[in-house]
């Protein structure tokens, strides 16, 4: 069993940064693939990055694409989304998820949220 645990969200201004972080319990967590998730208030949530765990391609939402890095560190079983140039329709809460087959297409594992505010 796996657990994930999110840390790093806040409020910022527009145009600044924030770095989300989620620490996963559990072995053999290098070899899963994982993802961020968003949900922001009356919508449905929606993959923001994600990363295989097989040949840690990267797959990213185009409303991000340039803004936003997806990162582990596997001796630290973290994973890791930069967030640069923040805009107010950032705002959300953002979910980790872990996929035990590395691949990316089902995502077993999730954590409970970090809300992350930006003001205009």
């Known amino acids: 069993q796996v657990q994930l645990v999110e840390s790093g969200g806040g409020l910022v201004q527009a145009g600044g940064s924030l770095r989300l972080s989620c620490t996963a319990s559990?072995?053999?967590?290098?070899?899963?693939?994982v993802g961020w998730f968003r949900q922001a208030p009356g919508k449905e949530r929606e993959l923001v990055a994600t990363k295989r765990g097989s040949d840690g391609l990267t797959h990213y939402a185009e409303s991000v694409k340039g803004r936003f890095t997806i990162s582990r560190d596997n001796a630290k079983n973290t994973v890791y989304l930069q967030m640069d140039n923040l805009k107010p329709e950032d705002t959300a809460v953002y979910y980790c998820?872990?996929?035990?087959?590395?691949?990316?297409?089902?995502?077993?594992?999730w954590g409970q949220g970090t809300q992350v505010t930006v003001s205009s």
């Open positions: 998820a872990g996929d035990w087959t590395g691949r990316g297409a089902s995502y077993t594992y």
């Open positions: 559990g072995r053999a967590f290098s070899s899963y693939a």
